[in-house]
Antibody, heavy 119, light 105 residues
Framework: QVQLVQSGAEVKKPGSSVRLSCMAS????????IHWVRQAPGQGLEWMGT????????SHAQNLQGRVTIIADESTNTAYLELSGLKSEDTAVYYC????????????WGQGTLVTVSS | DIQMTQSPSTLSASAGDRVTITCRAS??????LAWYQQKPGRAPNLLIY???NLEGGVPSRFSGSGSGTEFTLTISSLQPDDFATYYC?????????FGGGTKVE
């Protein structure tokens, strides 16, 4: 059964960083792209970035330039999102999602992680 | 970046109604479009990919059409479980842009 299991909720201070994890249940983890999408309270979906473990490549949204890092640990089938310089506007539910390739739809999603940025 | 515009943003309907949601892309995306359903407190769920292909397990009352810049999601006969928010998404370019969502209430 394909599952993406995400880490628990976080509360962070403005200016700090957060690292979220997303563990995949399938064996061929490295062959799929993992994307990160966030959703601010009451708002729509915003794509943040992606990584393809097999290719060792990642990319991210231009508006997050310099603040976002996405990595993958093939030994544990886990992808990570690190967001630095947190602002109150980064308060959101963060989802990871799987895609079959670098340009593909998202067929499975994690359960989401709530990140609250507050002083 | 490619912009995705959905309409309407809110749609009032009753069980049994035929419902149509429109999604427009700011440039040609061929058929590289997906539709997702999201219920409160839940992750989005894939309904349709490549504009008109139904994801496995999705009821046949859902259908998608379109190509280029204009796309539609149709629910042929709205069921109580279908009251949710629907998003389109382009995957033609690296921005993977989502539409603003349509809440069916």
């Amino acid at each position: 059964q394909v599952q993406l299991v995400q880490s628990g909720a976080e509360v962070k201070k403005p200016g700090s960083s957060v690292r979220l994890s997303c563990m995949a249940s399938w064996d061929t983890f490295r062959e799929f792209a993992i994307h990160w999408v966030r959703q601010a309270p009451g708002q729509g979906l915003e794509w943040m970035g992606t990584i393809i473990p097999m290719a060792g490549t990642s990319s991210h949204a231009q508006n997050l330039q310099g603040r976002v890092t996405i990595i993958a640990d093939e030994s544990t089938n886990t992808a990570y999102l690190e967001l630095s310089g947190l602002k109150s506007e980064d308060t959101a539910v963060y989802y990871c999602a799987r895609a079959l390739s670098d340009y593909s739809f998202f067929d499975y999603w994690g359960q989401g992680t709530l990140v609250t940025v507050s002083s | 970046d490619i912009q995705m515009t959905q309409s309407p943003s809110t749609l009032s309907a009753s069980a049994g109604d035929r419902v149509t949601i429109t999604c427009r892309a700011s440039q040609n995306i061929n058929t590289w479009l997906a539709w997702y359903q999201q219920k409160p407190g839940r992750a989005p769920n894939l309904l349709i990919y490549k504009a008109s292909n139904l994801e496995g397990g999705v009821p046949s009352r859902f259908s998608g059409s379109g190509s280029g810049t204009e796309f539609t999601l149709t629910i042929s006969s709205l069921q109580p479980d279908d009251f949710a928010t629907y998003y389109c998404q382009q995957y033609n370019s690296l921005s993977f842009t989502f539409g603003g969502g349509t809440k069916v209430e």
